[in-house]
């Protein structure tokens, strides 16, 4: 399995519907975040968590909101989908960097969300 | 504000050709810089990272970068492309900050390898 797991893979919705795209994982991670890859754009941060009781918004947070439901889990909500949040979503988790030095992070496979 | 710029959203290289990608930072202060490769239909996966100590840093599957401060450049590198190299790339840099480590990434290079 999988160390990052996302569901579903593959959405296809309508404006103004509500989508909810599930993270989990088994790195055993405190810190878990959500992206977005545009192309041209690379990836830019919704929001972050860097313990379950920790939420932070990112650079892109406006007409997004997350949950973190327990260590392993981070989910991404669109409360009324729009057009302009068509893209390939993806989940990553990253320990401390107090041990590793750095932040690596380890990423899902992505959840490409189209929305008509 | 911390920027990440990579030269060149598409570079064709020959099977067996120098792979070159470049990145370039604008830090205030010392990063730790990242390359990350995106293969078809998956996630991004580490291909190797700059912390301190030796600036010329070696990673996964024959991939090389050198830290530069003075150019602020942490460009990649590969003596011999191969088909299975064809992928995006993405350069990043991590910063500590109050709220712990952030990362931005660059906009993503993709490299063809031509047979």
């Given amino acids: 399995d999988a160390d990052v797991t996302q569901t579903p893979r593959n959405r296809i919705t309508k404006t103004g519907k509500r989508i909810m795209l599930e993270c ?65 979503y993806f989940c990553a988790t990253s320990d401390t960097g107090r041990i590793s030095g750095a932040n690596v992070l380890t990423f899902g496979a992505g959840s490409r969300l189209t929305v008509l | 504000a911390q920027s990440v710029t990579q030269l060149g959203s598409h570079v064709s290289v020959s099977e067996g050709a120098l792979v070159l990608l470049r990145c370039n930072y604008s830090s205030s202060v010392p990063p730790y810089l990242f390359w990350y490769v995106q293969y078809p239909n998956q ?33 990649l590198t590969k003596p011999s492309a191969h088909m ?14 109050t709220g712990g480590f952030k990362t931005i990434f660059g906009a993503g290079t993709r490299l063809f390898v031509k047979a």
């Fill in chain 1, 24 to 88: 989990s994982q088994t790195k055993g991670h405190d810190r878990m975040y959500w992206y977005r890859q545009d192309p041209g754009l690379g990836l830019r941060l919704i929001y972050y968590s860097f313990d379950v009781k920790d939420i932070n918004k990112g650079e892109i947070s406006d007409g997004y909101s997350v949950s973190r439901q327990a260590q392993a889990k981070f989910s991404l909500s669109l409360e009324s989908a729009i057009p302009n949040q068509t893209a390939l």
């Fill in chain 2, 43 to 75: 996630g991004l996966q580490l291909l190797l990272k700059y912390t301190t100590g030796a600036t010329l840093v070696k990673g996964i599957n024959g991939f090389e970068a050198e830290f530069k401060k003075s150019e602020t450049s942490f460009h």
């Fill in chain 2, 84 to 97: 299975s190299d064809a992928a995006e790339y993405f350069c990043a840099v991590s910063l500590l900050g």
